[in-house]
């Protein structure tokens, strides 16, 4: 992700201090469901931003009943250098169009917020 590794690295080791744990211990045993990673609050923040601002965004518009169409997709910009995928231009929409359609579709923050917390912290691995 966008250079989010130092930053997990701080918050893993800062852990183990609040919660007096070895050197050593296993850091995975340390995320439980109340304690989120970074990485999961950097896809929360992104998803967030674009919720808030997918007016402005482009979507998916065509005739055609595409599964894009259908899932309310936002356009992820075109990008002919790797570098430029990780840019948070490209990254927000990608993160966004993971999320399930019922959460896409929820009107308050607050609810977009936490449904997609649940959903990142439960799907962590596959996205």
Known sequence: MVSTNRL???QKYILKIILKKKRLFPTYLL????????RTLFMVAAA???HKNKVK???VNHLYTTRSNENQDIVIPISHKHINLRRLACLRPKIYNRLPTEIKQLKTIHKFKVECKK???SESENL
Do not use: K, Q, S
Not at 31 to 38: Q, S
């Open 31 to 38: 995320f439980n469901g109340e304690i989120v990673n970074i």
């Open 119 to 121: 959903f990142i912290h």
């Open 8 to 10: 997990n690295v701080a």
């Open 48 to 50: 967030t931003f674009v």
């Open 57 to 59: 965004l482009n979507r």
